[in-house]
């Protein structure tokens, strides 16, 4: 939900007075405007979205390939996930 609330916010200027869909694979935020709202956290989300046009769709985890490959475990996809690290020689010189 705060991922959501951050994108949104971050492109605030192109989505205000346009319908956007938010796609997610986590199915209990399809529902978060119908939800009890229990924490003051979500109601501080909740209110920051109040005035954009948007449809949040469920897409399932196995269809949703074009997601961050590091929320994603290699056995579940079939495939192998890298994290890029940039190795500096002024950094070993530091240590």
Known sequence: MLAIVTVVQKWRLYLLGKHFVIKTDHQSLKYMMEQKISTPMQQKWI??????????????????VAAD???????????LNAISVIRSALLTKIH
């Open 47 to 64: 209110a920051k979205l109040l005035g954009y046009d948007y449809k949040l769709q469920y897409r399932k985890e196995i269809e949703n």
């Open 69 to 79: 490959a590091l929320c994603r475990r290699p056995h579940e996809l079939g495939q």
